[in-house]
């Protein structure tokens, strides 16, 4: 339950909302920074830095901390309201899944 701010009175937020930030906590955003994870080890291990594979790398970074600040960490904060449980959300939803993207491209380049 959180408070207006307008009027200082407090509300629920609706069901859809609670069912769409869990699925983008633990599907949506895990399955993009895996992906992106892949992605941007490739690019560190190609050894290709040209400009246009750079920004879009760079891009790519940039979304990656929107996403995990807006849709899991802010999310995870408003509903809990403690701090520590928003960043093991974080740590679960997103860090690990993009270490494990990254991990699954080393592996495959060292074939």
């Known amino acids: 339950m959180t408070s207006d701010p307008r009027t200082g009175s407090p509300h629920t937020a609706p069901r859809w909302?609670?069912?769409?930030?869990?699925?983008?906590?633990?599907?949506?955003?895990?399955?993009?920074?895996?992906?992106?994870?892949?992605f941007t080890a490739n690019f560190l291990v190609s050894g290709q830095y040209t400009w246009p594979r750079t920004s879009r790398v760079l891009a790519l970074t940039l979304t990656l901390l929107v996403l995990s600040y807006e849709f899991v960490y802010k999310e995870?904060?408003?509903?809990?309201?403690?701090?520590?449980?928003?960043?093991?959300?974080?740590r679960y939803a997103c860090v690990i899944p993009y270490a494990v993207g990254a991990i699954l491209m080393l592996a495959l380049w060292k074939l």
């Open 17 to 38: 909302h609670h069912a769409f930030a869990h699925s983008i906590r633990y599907v949506v955003a895990p399955a993009i920074l895996a992906v992106s994870g892949f």
């Open 76 to 90: 995870q904060t408003e509903t809990t309201g403690s701090g520590e449980q928003a960043r093991s959300a974080v």
